[in-house]
T-cell receptor, first 113, second 114 residues
Framework: GDSVTQMEGPVTLSEEAFLTINCTYTATGYPSLFWYVQYPGEGLQLLLKATKADDKGSNKGFEATYRKETTSFHLEKGSVQVSDSAVYFCALSEEANDYKLSFGAGTTVTVRA | DVKVTQSSRYLVKRTGEKVFLECVQDMDHENMFWYRQDPGLGLRLIYFSYDVKMKEKGDIPEGYSVSREKKERFSLILESASTNQTSMYLC?????????????FGDGTRLSIL
């Protein structure tokens, strides 16, 4: 079945540091991949997505590239801000699983001023 | 913008009570979902629905039921609440049948069972 493995947190960084959150997946076919973000006290919101191999999703300075050969979708940001403090979830969706989302466990990121 | 509204942000109930969590979406989405979120476990799917009056079990349906009488509304029911159902509950909705359609989430209901 589908599964998503994220690097465990929590991650604590200083402002302007480089952020990477690793995500690898197992899927039956060719899934779509997503990163969701959850700010304190809120629900999840879509951060970025990629639907096929070598696609790069980007939003708010974050990027992730769909790597089929390594079954990975690592999230990166070159210079984080305090406002990026949140929980980040990697997820996948595919037809074989009726397009339900399978989530990773989430990574808590705290950015200090 | 899509709006998914959950009826309560915080809820405190007692063991054995019947608990209703309500969710409404305003974008005419076919799919609706209920998840629970627990630290270290991510989001786990409880139930989902592809259409009015249709429901499918997710990964952890035990102790829960759902109702979808109207397209925009999806209710989660805890038949007899227990302390291990203390959690954050998230509702989501999406269009059907396409893998790259994101799910849109409500702000969650933090439920405590005493």
């Amino acid at each position: 079945g589908d599964s998503v493995t994220q690097m465990e947190g929590p991650v604590t960084l200083s402002e302007e540091a480089f952020l990477t959150i690793n995500c690898t997946y197992t899927a039956t076919g060719y899934p779509s991949l997503f990163w969701y973000v959850q700010y304190p006290g809120e629900g999840l919101q879509l951060l970025l997505k990629a639907t096929k191999a070598d696609d790069k999703g980007s939003n708010k300075g974050f990027e992730a590239t769909y790597r089929k050969e390594t079954t990975s979708f690592h999230l990166e940001k070159g210079s984080v801000q305090v406002s990026d403090s949140a929980v980040y979830f990697c997820a996948l969706s595919e037809e074989a699983n009726d397009y339900k989302l399978s989530f990773g466990a989430g990574t808590t990121v705290t950015v200090r001023a | 913008d899509v709006k998914v509204t959950q009826s309560s942000r915080y809820l405190v109930k007692r063991t054995g009570e019947k608990v209703f969590l309500e969710c409404v979406q305003d974008m005419d989405h076919e799919n609706m979902f209920w998840y629970r979120q627990d630290p270290g476990l991510g989001l786990r799917l409880i139930y989902f629905s592809y259409d009015v009056k249709m429901k499918e079990k997710g990964d952890i349906p035990e102790g829960y039921s759902v109702s979808r009488e109207k397209k925009e509304r999806f209710s989660l029911i805890l038949e007899s609440a227990s302390t291990n159902q203390t959690s954050m509950y998230l509702c989501a909705s999406s269009f059907t049948g396409v893998a790259d359609q994101p799910q849109h989430f409500g702000d969650g209901t933090r439920l405590s069972i005493l």
